[in-house]
Structure formats: C-alpha cells, structure tokens
C-alpha cells in the first residue's frame, strides 16, 4: 500500500512534477494565467514570465498548454529544452513542432526555412484563421542566435495582429539577456515575474492538494503550527514546501502519527541540515 492510501488519498498530494491538476493559483499564478490568456486571445505578439527556481512557473505553462489545447482555434505547441547548436538545427525542430514539409533540398538554407515558416504561419494564422501559440519553457538557456531568430518570427503580422504567439517562460537570468538585445524588448506585449507565494496562500494550497489528492476529512492533516513552520523554512516557494510535505506525509506513517505537527517538521528541517552519511535515529547526537 503506498504511503499516501493510508490517509484515504488517490494519488500523491505533494509530488513536484508540474500537474497542472495541481496548480493552485494563487493571487499571482491567477493573474498571470488569465492575462496570459489575454494577451494570446489578443493576439499580441510575445508575453514572458520570469521567476526564481521553484516559483510554479513550469507548472503554470502546462495549466496553459492544458487549456489553449482544448480550443480548436489554437495551433499549440511547447518546446521544453530550448538548448540548440545552431539556427538551422532550431529552424529544423520549429518545422518539425509545426507538423511542415521543410524544403527537402540538401543545400537548404536557414533563409528557406524562414521563409517556409512563414508562409506556414500565414496559412494557418491568416488564411484559416487560427492561432498559432509557440510556449518556450527554461528560455534562460536559449541561445542569443534563436533569441533573433524569434524577433525576426515576430515581424510577421497584418494590419491587426500578430502571426505568431510567442510565449517564454524562464528564470529571472534572462530578464537583462533580452534587455540588451536590439528591438527584442520593445516586442513584448506582456511581462510577469512570479514570486512566492504569502503563508496565508502557502496554506490554501497546501489543502487544496490534499483535497485534489481526494482527502475529505473535515479535519486537517496540518496544523496551524506546522504550516507556519513550513513557510519560515520554504519562504511559500512551491517546489520547496511540497517536497517538505512529501516527506511530513512519509514521517506520518514513520512514527505512526495522525496529524503533521511541527514537531514533525522541525525533525525533517534539521535532518536536511545534518552532514550527508550520518543516520539521524542513531548518530543525530554526536553531531
């Protein structure tokens, strides 16, 4: 039986892979979302978000990629390591992301795939009328070449919108990389930076994952004390407090507990602390 049956849960409440089913949107993941959604309904052209490790920015483009994938008016499409040698091997993987025929030609250019690129995207974006969205996630890492290789994938628009929906999800390091690069800020129509979340919303999302998770007792698996001790150590960064509580769940069953105290807290806070190699029932005082 897994660890978390014990509690009349169906599935692992505090796992740190990015479900969106998972995603609690705080004040600040909520704005974000909803004026992501603006802005690509618009058809404006390029929105980034930025945030430290940790802040749910990866879990938020899967709740968007989750949601733009349910209407049929939106060509989506992610691209999850945006690491590339060169414009050719990018232009070569954008092609094959957009499900095109690239030119077939051994001497092709990346100026002919440029252009097949763009005739596609004004097919699909003009002539059917559909609305491409391109969602790059960790874009800190995409090199300076694809970065002008976007702007340049920018410039085509109508009268009235953009072609392309472009939108880069990355740590704060790439805020002063697009900053220096010409005319490439001035293109972003909409720009968020993620912070963590306040303790108040630190234990609103803690019981939204239990109750995700199919919990239903009226009583809370945490106490008042414990989720105050879990925002001190994590400072509300998402990625930090659901590992804490993975393994407060885990401690639950360890030391045959009902209820995640901050005693039990406090025994995983100082364990992480302690010099890897020693056995924390058996060594911790000789520490």
Same mark, same amino acid.
């Given at each position: 039986?897994?660890?978390?049956?014990?509690?009349?849960?169906?599935?692992?409440?505090?796992?740190?892979?990015?479900?969106?089913?998972?995603?609690?949107?705080?004040?600040?993941?909520?704005?974000?979302?909803?004026?992501?959604?603006?802005?690509?309904?618009?058809?404006?052209?390029?929105?980034?978000?930025?945030?430290?490790?940790?802040?749910?920015?990866?879990?938020?483009?899967?709740?968007?990629?989750?949601?733009?994938?349910?209407?049929?008016?939106?060509?989506?499409?992610?691209?999850?390591?945006?690491?590339?040698?060169?414009?050719?091997?990018?232009?070569?993987?954008?092609?094959?992301?957009? $499900?095109?025929?690239?030119?077939?030609? =051994?001497?092709?250019?990346?100026?002919?795939?440029?252009?097949?690129?763009?005739?596609?995207?004004?097919?699909?974006?003009?002539?059917?009328?559909?609305?491409?969205?391109?969602?790059?996630?960790?874009?800190?890492?995409?090199?300076?070449?694809?970065?002008?290789?976007?702007?340049?994938?920018?410039?085509?628009?109508?009268?009235?919108? =953009?072609?392309?929906?472009?939108?880069?999800?990355?740590?704060?390091?790439?805020?002063?990389?697009?900053? =220096?690069?010409?005319?490439?800020?001035?293109?972003?129509?909409?720009?968020?930076?993620?912070?963590?979340?306040?303790?108040?919303?630190?234990?609103?999302?803690?019981?939204?994952?239990?109750?995700?998770?199919?919990?239903?007792?009226?009583?809370?698996?945490?106490?008042?004390?414990?989720?105050?001790?879990?925002?001190?150590?994590?400072?509300?960064?998402?990625?930090?407090?659901?590992?804490?509580? $993975?393994?407060?769940?885990?401690?639950?069953?360890?030391?045959?507990?009902?209820?995640?105290?901050?005693?039990?807290?406090?025994?995983?806070?100082?364990?992480?602390?302690?010099?890897?190699?020693?056995?924390?029932? =058996?060594?911790?005082?000789?520490?």
């Amino acid at each position: 039986m897994s660890y978390y049956e014990t509690f009349g849960l169906q599935k692992e409440p505090f796992s740190t892979s990015p479900d969106p089913a998972f995603l609690f949107l705080s004040r600040q993941h909520k704005a974000a979302l909803c004026r992501l959604q603006i802005a690509i309904s618009l058809k404006r052209g390029m929105s980034v978000i930025l945030g430290d490790v940790g802040t749910g920015k990866t879990t938020l483009s899967r709740k968007l990629a989750q949601l733009l994938r349910d209407d049929d008016s939106i060509l989506f499409h992610m691209i999850l390591n945006p690491f590339f040698k060169s414009e050719k091997q990018f232009l070569h993987h954008l092609a094959k992301l957009f $499900h095109m025929d690239p030119p077939s030609r =051994k001497d092709v250019t990346g100026l002919d795939m440029m252009e097949a690129i763009e005739k596609y995207l004004f097919r699909r974006g003009v002539e059917e009328n559909k609305t491409v969205v391109l969602l790059i996630d960790e874009a800190q890492i995409l090199p300076d070449f694809v970065l002008e290789t976007l702007r340049i994938l920018l410039n085509y628009e109508t009268n009235e919108f =953009k072609i392309l929906q472009l939108v880069l999800v990355g740590q704060l390091e790439l805020l002063p990389r697009i900053n =220096k690069l010409h005319n490439f800020w001035d293109r972003i129509a909409f720009k968020y930076v993620l912070n963590p979340m306040e303790e108040e919303e630190l234990a609103a999302a803690i019981q939204f994952r239990l109750t995700q998770a199919g919990y239903s007792d009226i009583n809370g698996l945490f106490t008042n004390e414990a989720i105050e001790l879990i925002y001190a150590h994590t400072q509300g960064y998402p990625r930090k407090f659901t590992a804490l509580c $993975h393994n407060a769940l885990e401690s639950l069953v360890m030391y045959d507990k009902s209820v995640v105290d901050a005693e039990i807290i406090q025994r995983i806070i100082d364990n992480d602390l302690l010099p890897i190699g020693v056995d924390t029932e =058996k060594d911790i005082d000789a520490v």
